[in-house]
């Protein structure tokens, strides 16, 4: 098993346990930081491991039209070209593939799309999705999917959910398993791990058949994708909670695309375990910085004379050596430090949290971490 369950904390869903990749163990819950186009912008690999990050996350879509296929074959694939010894985990690019409405149509057999760099013309099948991330050296690889933006009709749904499964059990095959005919699933060779996607909207019947669906596939994972994709907060809770607790127990638990530090939190206590999100970074770049105390926008007037660091409880470099006045005066003279600084920061609180949360559920004290922990983020500090 690629996945094993540590400890169910006794008051909560939530729950640790570790999952074996071909380059190392990841423990979850973990935060996975987005590198899409093989780097954490603007971040270092030291960088990275110095917050403590476990995973990477790259995006087999922008590396498959930059550098391309044949660049990443010579490099010797992904770990090798960005120099990164950890786990990488790659998405399949469906999402971005099915956010260029005008410019891809859906077949049966994969997707055609106009590059949105250059207006080059490809087809990706879900066998050649499997195959480049292979290229890549992926230790987690996503099936193509067909991810479908809120708000979407029934029907849509469904039939989205008939091509979804059948790329899913395309992408098995080409991953080196097949179906047998007792219905079981047989592993023809060893490889990276493959993770089933279940979409379904916000209609929960349909989640729950695409649940059923993709489960009988038997992958090593399940995600939770087409959430957050314009869809109000209460509804991505109530999805979330209702997949993750129709999920096999003995899989891995991931959930696409969701994370503030409060919605980690609350996914955990549904019993997620893996998260990926580039709003640490996205938000770092434009000098919103996360901390114990909430949210803090370092570009504001009330920082110019602010020498605190930007958390006082945070160890991270920035907050170490830097103050919240000289990080806003870096972004006010458009210093590329100021953004670095902000991002880091992000990316080792983002990090803190869910090891913090992982040790309070060891105890059988997450519910009350978690409720401490949100009282204190939604605090106003004064100087916001």
């Given at each position: ?127 050649k999705v499997v195959e480049f991330q292979k290229v890549l050296g ?90 957050a994709v314009g869809e109000p907060g209460e509804l991505i809770r ?147």
């Amino acid at each position: 098993m690629s996945f094993k369950l540590l400890h169910k904390d006794t008051s909560a869903k939530a729950r640790t346990g570790v999952l074996h990749t071909a380059h190392g163990k990841v423990r979850t819950p973990c935060f996975t930081p987005v590198g899409t186009q093989a780097t954490i912008k603007s971040l270092s690999n030291r960088e990275m491991k110095e917050c403590g990050a476990e995973m990477i996350m790259a995006n087999a879509y922008h590396l498959f039209l930059r550098p391309g296929e044949e660049i990443l074959k010579m490099a010797g694939g992904l770990h090798k070209f960005m120099s990164w010894e950890g786990p990488i985990m790659t998405d399949s690019g469906g999402y971005q593939i099915f956010s260029l409405a005008p410019l891809r149509k859906v077949e049966k057999e994969g997707v055609r799309f106009a590059s949105h760099i250059d207006g080059s013309k490809h087809f990706l099948t879900p066998e050649k999705v499997v195959e480049f991330q292979k290229v890549l050296g992926s230790d987690i690889m996503m099936p193509l999917d067909e991810c479908l933006h809120y708000p979407v009709s029934r029907n849509a749904v469904e039939e989205s959910l008939e091509t979804t499964f059948g790329w899913a059990e395309r992408s098995k095959t080409a991953n080196g398993v097949e179906r047998a005919a007792n219905g079981k699933n047989q592993k023809l060779s060893s490889g990276p791990l493959l993770f089933g996607i279940i979409q379904g909207g916000t209609y929960l019947d349909l989640r729950r058949r695409a649940v059923e669906e993709i489960a009988g596939l038997d992958f090593d994972g399940y995600a939770i994708g087409g959430v957050a994709v314009g869809e109000p907060g209460e509804l991505i809770r109530e999805v979330t909670e209702y997949t993750a607790g129709l999920l096999p127990e003995n899989k891995v638990r991931y959930l696409m695309g969701v994370g503030t530090p409060l919605d980690m939190l609350l996914a955990i206590s549904q019993g997620v375990d893996l998260f990926d999100c580039v709003v640490p970074t996205r938000n770092g770049r434009n000098g919103q910085a996360f901390t114990s105390g909430g949210e803090l926008q370092l570009r504001n007037a009330p920082f110019k004379r602010d020498f605190r660091p930007i958390d006082e409880k945070c160890r991270c470099y920035a907050c170490r050596n830097h103050s919240r006045a000289y990080i806003r005066h870096l972004f006010n003279t458009d210093e590329i430090l100021g953004l670095r600084l902000v991002s880091l920061h992000n990316i080792h609180f983002y990090v803190n949290i869910i090891n913090r949360a992982r040790k309070a559920i060891e105890e059988n004290r997450f519910v009350e971490f978690k409720k401490e922990f949100m009282e204190n983020y939604k605090r106003r500090e004064k100087s916001c």
